[in-house]
Every structure is written in C-alpha cells, then in structure tokens.
C-alpha cells in the first residue's frame, strides 16, 4: 500500500470561533494506491474527506478535530473492499 497525503487544511479553533462557518471548509485529500507481491496494482484512488463548514462550526470544530479519524475509516474501507483472501 502506498498512501499520499495530496491537501490538508484543518481550521483552528480561533478561526472556527471568531468566523464560524465563514472560516471555511477544513479538507484532507489522500491519493492510495494498493499493489500485490509482484507489484501490480490492484486498486488507485483518491479519497476526499471535507467535513461541513456549518456543522464544524455548530459542533465548535468537533467536526474538524475528528477529520483525521474519519479519514482513517475511509481507508479502512477501501483496503477492505479491495483486498481479498487468498
């Protein structure tokens, strides 16, 4: 598995209070690239995680903080969905 972190914008928790959802969108894009033994690839994608700019700014930044984590599932997901047993 080769994993490429492609963008990553987290707003703080200063610009999330004073500007709320006017802050913007925090982001986290990752390019993940699965290949067997031989080298051959099995799987390539890329994997976009951006929470609500409204809702990160209602959960006071939980939606922010919790980007990484979420990102983590996606990958999960996708290496599952992937990857069979042989």
């Given amino acids: 598995m080769d994993a490429t972190l492609t963008s990553l914008r987290i707003v703080g928790g200063a610009g999330r209070f004073w500007g709320g ?3 913007g969108r925090s982001n986290m894009n990752m390019t ?3 290949t067997d033994a031989n ?3 099995i799987a ?3 994997l976009i995680g951006a929470p609500n700019a409204l809702a990160s700014a209602w959960s006071f ?3 922010d903080r919790s980007l990484s984590q979420k990102m983590g599932f996606l990958l ?3 290496i599952l ?3 069979s047993e042989k």
Wanted: no cysteine; aromatic share 4%.
């Fill in 21 to 23: 959802a006017l802050a």
């Fill in 61 to 63: 930044g939980g939606a």
């Fill in 44 to 46: 390539e994608k890329e």
């Fill in 39 to 41: 080298g051959s690839v």
């Fill in 76 to 78: 999960g997901d996708f």
């Fill in 81 to 83: 969905n992937n990857v």
């Fill in 32 to 34: 993940v690239k699965l």
